[in-house]
Nanobody
């Protein structure tokens, strides 16, 4: 079956950096768009970043533009999210998702994703 497994979360001070990893199995990885979303307590799941199947197209949510970078290694079935200049408001559970949707406009919507990981906690202290 399809599995997405996130790792790399943790506790970091404001201004610090983390790199999240999403390892995928059970799907033809190179044909799926992968997105990162986050959810803070009491809030809806928020779009963070997405990368096309080839890696040539990337989208970012406004709160993370210029600070986060998404990349993928199709040979390793792995997605990365490099996060720098972290802020306390970045604190959330971060999830990776996979979608076969072709329209880039849908990649920002959590409902477009067919598969999800279990999430990894990121906590940024002030």
């Amino acid at each position: 079956q399809v599995q997405l497994v996130e790792s790399g979360g943790g506790l970091v001070q404001a201004g610090g950096s983390l790199r999240l990893t999403c390892a995928a199995s059970g799907l033809t990885f190179s044909t799926y768009v992968i997105g990162w979303f986050r959810q803070a307590p009491g809030k809806e799941r928020e779009f963070v970043a997405a990368i096309s199947s080839s890696g040539s197209i990337r989208y970012y949510g406004d709160p993370v533009k210029g600070r986060f970078a998404i990349s993928r290694d199709n040979g390793k079935n792995t997605i990365y999210l490099q996060m720098v200049s972290l802020k306390p408001e970045d604190t959330a559970v971060y999830y990776c998702g996979a979608t076969a949707a072709k329209s880039g406009s849908t990649w920002l919507e959590a409902g477009a994703y067919e598969y999800w990981g279990q999430g990894t906690q990121v906590t940024v202290s002030s």
